[in-house]
């Protein structure tokens, strides 16, 4: 097998190694006092502001950052991508999920064929069946309009839906476009899941979506099975047609568990599941939510045009923002050896922002060998969390101050989705809100030092405790507002960025080996439980600790 040089063996990854150190002797507090590098460190791009002047790094920093991309053959693979090539080469895939942002009429070719009338042929069979089920013209079996929707998914094909749903729910557009209906996500094959969903829950009004790209993971299709049978339990097994839908890319298997397949959603194998969002896993479930109109608008974001025409030697700062985010991660990890990055949104709505995006960037990066297979001597991903600003604050960031040094991004919202409530407080609620989004990156950046501290009159014994050593970095992500569309931009900044990176440590961002092996064992102890519940055998094959916990488990539950 060919293999390519590691990017720790080139020129430009041993000469950033080397400038670490002169970036560890600069503070921060003396990186923003420099103006006209703050400035340098802004971009403003279709509405949005990114500010990453508070990272540890120089303009120096940045054009070496370049050389480590040209070194990467960045603008290369990122063509590749574009081109349909089988980049996903241990699944031999090509990765296009680019595709489902294309506008119609546009080329984007697969195995020299163009995807995109294929795309927007799903997408039209979305648009008219969610349009059919919202006015009433599709019925359920006793002839009852389908109000609520529960869609049956894991993993890519739940976190992404569920991180636009919870965002577009207090957008007053998107509400009002929702009135009356409701949106249910069941994931996990936990009874608790289940029952959280179906209690309540009419069988004659509820139409479910099983949303998966192989339909064959576990979970999701013994909740199919679950609910399947709740509606054939109320409703007589006929109904299961009229009250059950399927997105996924695997029709044949759609039809045996007894959905019809003219009712079937479908998408490719080019899609990874984690990057679906944009497919009809998201948008068959959200447009019978909120309507096919509002959908199409955090699918459609100008982001597709700036990467086609990216070019890495002459990057103007607008095209930069996708490839600046990625690098800058690759810095933090790989040489400032952060291996962590707070997704922290000052915004409840994007609350579920940072577990959708542990999904797309922890299960793409996280791997251990390069594209050609060989183990790698450097670490690649990072470890992704967040909480939503303020409740963070109340909760972890204490140890992004004072403990570990963790790279956060900010995100905040210029306009609120919600209006102010409280009149004559000092500040609207909103305000309150963005005064924590302001300050925070300063108090990390800034710090507190003792000197600071002893004109404060802080009592000698509690100095080293209330000191801050500041020189934590972050970045500030300012949105105009949370619509559809600007959920998108945020939706196509993460995917990107963890491309970017990918293609940077030279690793395969598109397959996940490592969900396989956990899977496996469990098919082991499945077989073991049959085994041992409907026929008494022993437990036979499991170590010690395994052997004496399932032991454990067979005494105590009975089923
Ligand atoms: O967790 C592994 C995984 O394969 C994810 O990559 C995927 O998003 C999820 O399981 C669900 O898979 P499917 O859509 O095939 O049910």
Request: include cysteine; charged fraction near 20%.
């Amino acid at each position: 097998m060919a293999t390519s040089a590691l990017i720790c063996e080139t020129d430009a990854w041993k000469d950033l190694r080397a400038h670490v150190e002169d970036i560890k002797k600069t503070h921060l507090r003396e990186l923003m006092s420099d103006a006209k590098r703050c400035q340098s460190m802004m971009i403003e791009f279709d509405g949005l502001l990114l500010d990453y002047s508070r990272q540890c790094a120089t303009v120096d920093t940045f054009t070496k950052l370049n050389k480590l991309a040209e070194a990467a053959h960045l603008k290369e693979k990122i063509n590749l991508m574009f081109n349909g090539e089988r980049i996903n080469s241990t699944e031999n895939r090509s990765v296009l999920h680019v595709a489902l942002r294309a506008p119609r009429g546009s080329v984007i070719n697969s195995d020299g064929k163009n995807v995109v009338p294929d795309v927007w042929q799903v997408l039209d069979k979305i648009k008219e069946f969610s349009e059919r089920v919202r006015s009433g013209a599709w019925v359920g079996a006793t002839g009852k309009a389908l109000t609520n929707v529960v869609a049956i998914g894991i993993g890519g094909s739940f976190l992404g839906p569920l991180f636009v749903h919870t965002a577009l729910q207090t957008d007053p557009e998107a509400a009002q476009l929702a009135s009356g209906r409701k949106l249910h996500f069941l994931a996990n094959v936990d009874p608790i899941d289940v029952a959280r969903n179906l209690t309540g829950l009419n069988p004659e009004t509820t139409l479910v979506v099983v949303v998966s790209k192989t339909f064959t993971t576990a979970e999701t299709m013994l909740n199919a099975r679950t609910v399947r049978e709740w509606i054939s339990a109320a409703l007589g097994p006929q109904a299961v047609a009229k009250h059950m839908v399927s997105v996924s890319t695997n029709l044949t298997l759609v039809e045996k568990f007894g959905i019809d397949p003219n009712n079937a959603f479908a998408f490719w194998d080019w899609v990874g599941g984690r990057y679906s969002v944009c497919s009809a896993v998201g948008v068959l479930p959200l447009s019978l939510q909120y309507g096919f109109a509002v959908v199409e608008k955090y699918s459609s974001s100008k982001e597709l045009q700036v990467l086609i025409n990216i070019s890495i030697q002459h990057l103007s700062r607008k095209t930069y923002l996708y490839v600046l985010l990625g690098l800058l991660s690759v810095w933090n990890v790989s040489f400032l050896g952060y291996p962590a990055r707070a997704i922290l949104p000052y915004s409840q709505a994007l609350e579920k922002l940072a577990p959708h995006i542990q999904q797309v960037s922890m299960e793409s990066n996280g791997k251990g060998v390069s594209i050609d297979g060989v183990p790698l001597p450097y670490e690649t991903g990072e470890i992704d969390f967040g909480e939503p600003g303020t409740n963070g604050q109340h909760s972890f960031y204490q140890l992004i101050h004072q403990g570990r040094v963790i790279p956060c991004d900010f995100i905040g919202v210029v306009k609120s989705q919600q209006p102010v409530y409280l009149k004559g407080e000092l500040v609207s609620n909103h305000d309150e809100l963005m005064s924590n989004f302001f300050a925070q990156p300063d108090a990390l950046a800034y710090g507190k030092t003792p000197e600071q501290l002893l004109k404060e009159n802080v009592p000698s014994n509690l100095i080293t405790h209330k000191t801050f050593s500041g020189n934590r970095p972050s970045l500030s992500l300012l949105l105009p507002s949370l619509n559809a569309y600007n959920i998108g931009q945020l939706l196509a900044i993460y995917e990107h960025r963890v491309a970017v990176e990918g293609f940077v440590w030279g690793i395969n961002s598109f397959d996940q080996w490592g969900v396989e092996l956990g899977k496996s064992l469990a098919t082991q102890v499945r077989k073991q439980l049959h085994a041992s519940r409907k026929k008494g055998e022993q437990i036979e094959g499991f170590n010690f600790s395994t052997a004496t916990l399932l032991t454990r488990y067979l005494e105590d539950v009975v089923l």
